[in-house]
């Protein structure tokens, strides 16, 4: 770099909206060279694992997927499940650790986003992802964090002795349900219903007929099966042959969780193949117990399409009603909308395609948006791993160790992601890229001049599952 670089480089300032898992992972890359102001709403790290009302919330990753490359679990090979205790813990060794503690800002939420950079053209190429002069302006509220949260005694008693609907089929509202079955046992005990829109897959552990769960996705031989961005037509014709294995994988994992879950008994075998659930990151880890709470009749299930309110619970579409004190609805976050409402226009009409989803190159950089990059919404088996390795990758294009390419080619990259996970599930709601989470890999290696075939040897290469230890 020379010292004209190096000085504009000192110039730029860095912000980070948030110290979640994101936050921390992108202040420790970027602190080498840029000091970086972390702003967070609350008054600690952790976001999602700090904010757990529920004492049963755990990690659903095995802990040596979701770990920093350079920060390992005190057990990494522990194949139990971290508490969210235990990952804000780990997450707090982490960041004390490497010293990032010092760069937050607490109880600072940051309200507004002004762009205060040249008059914006969006013909224009991207250039650096730091210009040497200020491009954004934020406007934060510096007051203690209005966020209430239930504590674990009173989130149980919520649910004790009541009638609970939970609205949802995926890990949260799994969980719930979970919860508010263990606190109605005894004799004031009310089952809790879970309202079903769609069937979806659940495995109940990383295991398959004997196998480990690695072997059908994360590793190269496995992902070689499925479609990936840039492929040439060799590769799409190899797949096009190969398409009956990878059906059959999906039956394979399919046929078990048929045989070790009573899906069929309480009508909950989804119509569509497993692989759909994956492709979309959406595949839930059961807790253990859950389906021995149905058997007892602790959780009842009632699948609608459609439903609403009534004064005294919830009704059907086929005008069945449902009591209840307490309606829970999991349904989910759009992380997006949020966004929304801070950036200002016209990035904010830029922000998502017409399908909804933000096209970002890498993950990370959004082609219309200049100066600004978004850690977190790209989603893979291990949101960890892959925030880390796009923070990574964002530290060295912030040291113009590579360029962007054009914003065409970057839109059309981010397109051509899109449509293989279009292809690929009808669930492409969310921008997953787990059953290609390693070619993606590759190209974050290759364009940081890294190599991107990372093992020991080459048996490892083809058979060996890729996590963050592999990218130090
Ligand atoms: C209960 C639960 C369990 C999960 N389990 C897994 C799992 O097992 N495996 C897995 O891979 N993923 C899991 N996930 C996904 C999880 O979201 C990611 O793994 C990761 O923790 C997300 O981190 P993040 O930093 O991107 O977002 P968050 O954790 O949401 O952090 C965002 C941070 O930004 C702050 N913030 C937001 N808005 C502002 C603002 N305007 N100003 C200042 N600060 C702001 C928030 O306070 C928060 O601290 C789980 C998610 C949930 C909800
Ligand atoms: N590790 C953990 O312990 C843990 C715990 C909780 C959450 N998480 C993570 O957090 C993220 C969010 O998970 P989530 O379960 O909260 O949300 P989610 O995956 O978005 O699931 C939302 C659920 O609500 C349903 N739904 C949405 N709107 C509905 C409506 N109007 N009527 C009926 N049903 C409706 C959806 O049905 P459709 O399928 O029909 O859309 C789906 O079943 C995921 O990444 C998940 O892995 C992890």
Redesign the pocket.
Known sequence: MGSEEKQLKLASRVGIIGAGVSGIAAAKQLSAGYSPVVFEATDSIGG?WKHCSYAS?????PRCDYEFSDYPWPERDNSS?PS?VEVLEYLHGYATHFDVLKLIKFNSRVTEIRYVGDHYDDSAEYGPLLSGRPVWEVAVEDSVSKLVQLNKEAARSLLKGKKVAV?????????LCMECAEANHGPDGQPCTM????L?WTVPSYWIWGLPFFLFYSTRSSQLLHERPNQNWFRTLFLSLLSPMKKAISKFIESYLVWKLPLVKYGLKPDHPFVEDYAS??M??LPENFFSEADKGNIVFRK?S??WFWSGGIEFEDNTRLEADVVI?????DGKKKLQALIPQPFNNLMADSSGIMPLYRGTIHPLIPNMAFVGYV?SVS?LHTAEIRCKWLARLADDVFKLPSVEKMLQQTSKEIQVMKRTTR?Y??HCISTFSINHSDEICEEMGWSSWRKKNRLLEVFSPYNSQDYV
């Open positions: 999602v919330t755990k990690l659903q990753t499940f969210h609205v949802g089929y995926k890990k949260s509202a799994i969980d309202v079903i829109r769609s979806h990151c959406q839930a880890i609608a459609r439903w609805l999991a349904t989910g976050f989603e949101n669930f709601k969310r």
